[in-house]
């Protein structure tokens, strides 16, 4: 059992850590290509993941990096500290094995984001070294996908817990 139950004293059993993780250009959100990305901010993003973690009793980190190794090193530094990951790759979602790697490597959870659809853009958008290691993927829902995303991993946890 790695997950502590949330049942119980919450005083006893901490809130499970669920990682955000942001890829490359995705800082410019609001302002890039909002016929495509919509018009929140990766601020307004963040904010409402970590009010509906308080909700659903996860604590939230939002991570986002413009550079492949920082998102390494920090897929790295949280292996033992948090208990799943959402991430939207970003445009490393269809270049990179390094980064597919270190999610593999760790061995959490993982659900993949994307704010477009990417299945009806370009054809090399289509193909994701991270979808083959995911838990699963939400693609074309905009902002609401992560909230999706958070709440099925907060299911799985609380699922796995209780096993
Ligand atoms: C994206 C889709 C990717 O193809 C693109 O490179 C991005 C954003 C999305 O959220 O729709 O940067 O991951």
Do not use: C, W
Request: aromatic share 4%; glycine share 8%; hydrophobic share 40%.
């Amino acid at each position: 059992m790695k997950t502590p139950s949330r049942s119980g004293n919450p005083a006893a059993t901490p809130a499970p850590h669920i990682a955000v993780i942001h890829g490359p250009n995705l800082n410019l959100l609001g302002t890039r290509e909002p016929n495509i990305y919509g018009s929140s901010t990766l601020e307004e993003i963040n904010r409402r993941l970590i009010e509906l973690g308080r909700e659903l009793g996860i604590a939230v980190s939002p991570f986002q990096s413009n550079h492949e190794g920082e998102i390494v090193d920090f897929i790295h530094s949280i292996r033992d500290t948090h208990a799943g990951i959402v991430i939207n790759p970003a445009g490393l979602t269809h270049t990179s094995v390094a980064l597919r790697d270190a999610l593999a490597a760790v061995a959490l959870p993982i659900v993949e984001v994307h704010l477009s659809n990417t299945h009806a853009r370009e054809e090399f958008r289509r193909r994701s070294y991270v979808s083959p290691i995911a838990l699963g993927v939400i693609s074309g829902l905009g902002p609401a996908g992560y909230e999706f995303a958070l709440k099925a991993l907060a299911a799985r946890l609380e699922q796995t817990a209780s096993e």
